[in-house]
């Protein structure tokens, strides 16, 4: 699929904060916004060891959703666990 190839490379080209923003907003809705904040709102909350069912509860969603978030931690060279593991507050709870 040509355009998301080119589409990712889009987004590894934008190194500017507030472009990344005024990007966002030019092309996804929202809903879509706000669905992408809550997935990694998820997998940041799974990465901390918080438990699937108190997630789904607190954010008022299935289990499933959470399940695939799970399954993508546990993989052994998730890029999304690498990026995670190198967050600023991962590395200060290692610490402390």
């Known amino acids: 699929m040509k355009s998301r190839h080119e ?8 190194t500017d904060h507030s472009e990344m923003i005024a990007f966002f ?6 809903k879509e916004i706000k ?9 940041k909350e799974l ?10 509860a607190k954010h008022g969603i299935s289990l499933c ?10 993989k052994k060279n998730s890029i999304t666990r690498k990026i995670l593991d190198s967050l600023p507050e991962h590395a200060a709870k290692k610490q402390g």
């Open 7 to 14: 589409l990712e490379k889009v987004f590894a080209r934008i």
């Open 25 to 30: 907003e030019e092309i996804f809705t929202p």
């Open 35 to 43: 669905d992408l904040t809550l997935r990694w709102q998820l997998l």
């Open 47 to 56: 990465h901390e060891k918080q438990p699937q069912r108190s997630i789904a």
């Open 65 to 74: 959703k959470i399940t695939r978030g799970s399954k993508i931690l546990k």
